[in-house]
């Protein structure tokens, strides 16, 4: 996989810096643009605030065995 630049940050506060950061993380891991979770682009803050709420969600499951079956669900959601 190829290394990417880290995109600009979107505003000067720390917590929308590192939940752009983590959503690019989350691209890169389903071979997706960024863009992908934008698909209507009048409304990315709404898409942003649940990406946001599943990366939280995600990071408070506390076996690898859940986080696991939750990513596959993800994933198979993702599929068209």
Sequence with gaps: MAARAMTQ???R???ADRSA?????IADTLHLPVDAFFPDERAPG???A????????F??????AARRT????VRAMARP
């Design 46 to 48: 709404e898409t942003v």
């Design 59 to 64: 990071m408070a499951i506390e076996t690898v």
């Design 21 to 25: 950061a983590i959503l690019e993380r």
């Design 13 to 15: 506060h720390p917590e």
């Design 70 to 73: 939750c990513l596959a669900f």
């Design 50 to 57: 649940q990406a946001a709420d599943l990366v939280t969600a």
């Design 9 to 11: 940050p979107v505003c």
